[in-house]
């Protein structure tokens, strides 16, 4: 992993995290025992999701990056696929309160956006790679020579 996409990756979970302690505290005193455990787990989730497709994608970019495009449309309808996926799974549960879990959740993902969103602009990324000095010289120049001097 590259310094920038772990920079990327620690301003989005950071925040997330934060937030999802203040759900978290909210959830225990609103809800009791069960809301702070439905709050834990909708934070860890979207934590734990998002963590996984950022890896993967920052993976795709740098190996496949004609791919990068679609692997972020194909990652971003696997995390839909997968909460809708936890959220049909835990819907009736009495393990913890639904909906302090759906109001973190959904308080966690959009702090992740938001701070993806940010990082991605503050970012200083290349978009054209610089030419390396053996690049520039021209075919014929010999080595040391200067470029317009005659041989």
Sequence with gaps: MQSNDARTLLSCAVPTAVVGVVAVAVSSVLAGG???????FGAVLVVAVMTVDLIILERTAKHLP???????????????????????????????????????????????????????MKAKILYVQPEA??????EGAKKGAPAGSAS
Aim: net charge positive.
């Design 34 to 40: 069960k809301g702070a455990i439905g709050a834990a």
């Design 66 to 120: 004609q791919l990068f495009q679609m692997m972020g449309l194909a990652l971003y309808m696997v995390q839909f696929l997968l909460v809708a996926v936890v959220l049909a799974v835990f819907r009736d549960t009495t393990l913890f309160n639904t909906r302090a879990f759906a109001f973190s959740l959904l308080a966690a993902t959009l702090t992740w956006i938001a701070a993806q969103t940010r990082a991605h």
């Design 133 to 138: 000095e053996d690049e520039r010289k021209p």
